[in-house]
């Protein structure tokens, strides 16, 4: 097993660092400044200042696959990006991982990023004209709206929005809630999932259709926090929709594939959390470190004290180990597809969150009444990694997927 990185890996790993070092770390100041000022749900000068650049660079759309690697693919649709395999881009997006904001400036952050793969996927032609050529420019963004207040959405058989044919046109209605970035005014388009079919085969009564954010009947009610947090402009938002109309023309794959094209679009969509959350994990180590070092206690650096060893050394064991297993997943999912790779992606779901929270955390107790204020990004990091294990999967749901496939093993070598 060769760990070296090849030229290309780490040409692109150190291109999106040095630009991050150059670029955004020195603007994290201005980002917090214009966050509190003004309207906080208007795009920010900041990220939009330094899009330009990160094009220009060549570190643009970095997480598009190639084109082999994708199945039902219009071949003859051009997009602009780097076509990195999910090995590839795993390196990069935990550079990104470090500042919470930095993926938008290369255009790869979600939901924007599954969204567009789902596009390039299953889309039509003139859905990719239309949609994914905007996005891909970075001229608009977009949600998914697949979660709903009213059922337990773990199980996305229990979702009850409605999708009903009307001769030319499909009718939504239901509730949708934690539509992050829908609160974005650039938010243009999402991606529901919604029931076409209550009557067929549990996993072929769902389907997924685009559904402009202008469209009459589409209300958004509030902005959900996390542990406080709006995070505006994005948003996590919660919507109402009453007999929106959209033309048929907006159907992904076809009726009752909806599973399809989420299995599709979710398996990536888990994998580039991780990756950017070990990104995350590895600035509050950092930051861990360099307070201890600074600060005094009972007549000694705190790095001293025996019990700062000790978490020092554990946050750097699970950091290096949950590496190791998210680039065999994506190496995985690049050699053998998504469908293969399951075990491995549902274990860095799980482990990934967990061990970012913990390392976090150590990091606010070593900062004491500093690490849960604004004055560190240790905090908010936090929040927003403790949503990642229920988004796109509940711990306990991958949890199940592994235990599943361990006993099939073993049970394929009983029999």
Not at 27 to 38: K, L, M, N, P, T
Not at 96 to 108: D, H, K, P, Q, Y
Not at 377 to 401: C, F, K, Y
Request: net charge negative.
């Amino acid at each position: 097993m060769d760990f070296d990185l090849t030229e290309r890996q780490a040409f692109f790993r150190d291109s999106v660092k040095s630009f991050i070092d150059r670029h955004v770390r020195p603007r994290v100041d201005d980002y917090h400044a214009q966050i509190a000022e003004g309207d906080r749900w208007q795009p920010l000068s900041v990220i939009e200042d330094l899009k330009p650049k990160a094009r220009e660079a060549g570190l643009w759309n970095l997480f598009m696959p190639p084109g082999g690697a994708l199945q039902h693919v219009d071949e003859s649709f051009a997009f602009e990006g780097e076509q990195l395999t999910n090995l590839e881009y795993a390196l990069c997006a935990e550079e990104m991982g470090r500042i919470l904001w930095s993926a938008e400036v290369f255009n790869c952050s979600a939901p924007d990023t599954g969204n567009m793969e789902v596009l390039h996927r299953y889309g039509t032609r003139e859905q990719k004209e239309e949609w994914l050529a905007p996005l891909m420019r970075g001229e608009i963004r977009s949600a998914f709206l697949m979660t709903e207040p009213g059922v337990a959405s773990s199980d996305a058989t229990n979702i009850e929005s409605s999708i009903e044919r009307d001769g030319d046109e499909y009718v939504i209605n239901g509730r949708k809630w934690w539509s992050s970035g829908a609160g974005d005014p650039r938010c243009k388009v999402a991606i529901l999932m919604g029931k076409t079919d209550p009557e067929a085969h549990r996993y072929r009564q769902q389907s997924m259709v685009l559904m402009p954010m202008d469209a009459k009947g589409v209300t958004i009610h509030r902005a959900l926090t996390v542990f406080g947090y709006d995070d505006a402009p994005h948003g996590h938002m919660e919507i109402s929709l009453d007999n929106v109309r959209i033309p048929a023309s907006n159907m992904l794959l076809g009726e009752g594939r909806g599973f399809e094209i989420a299995q599709g679009r979710l398996g990536p969509g888990r994998i580039h959390h991780c990756m950017r959350t070990i990104g995350a994990a590895e600035e509050a180590l950092e930051l861990m470190v360099r307070r201890l070092q600074s600060r005094t206690a009972f007549g000694k650096r705190i790095a001293e004290h025996s019990i700062w060893e000790q978490r020092v050394a554990e946050a750097r064991t699970e950091i290096d180990c949950t590496r190791l297993l998210c680039l065999k997943a994506a190496d995985m999912m690049d050699k053998a597809g998504n469908k293969e790779a399951k075990a491995e992606i549902a274990m860095i779901k799980v482990k990934a969150p967990n061990m970012a929270l913990k390392v976090i955390d150590d990091a606010i107790q070593a900062f004491g009444g500093a690490g849960v204020s604004q004055d560190t990004p240790l905090a908010h990091s936090w929040a927003g990694i403790r949503t990642l294990r229920l988004a796109d999967g509940p711990d306990e749901v991958h949890n199940r997927t592994i235990a599943r496939l361990e006993y099939a093993k073993h049970a394929e070598k009983e029999g």
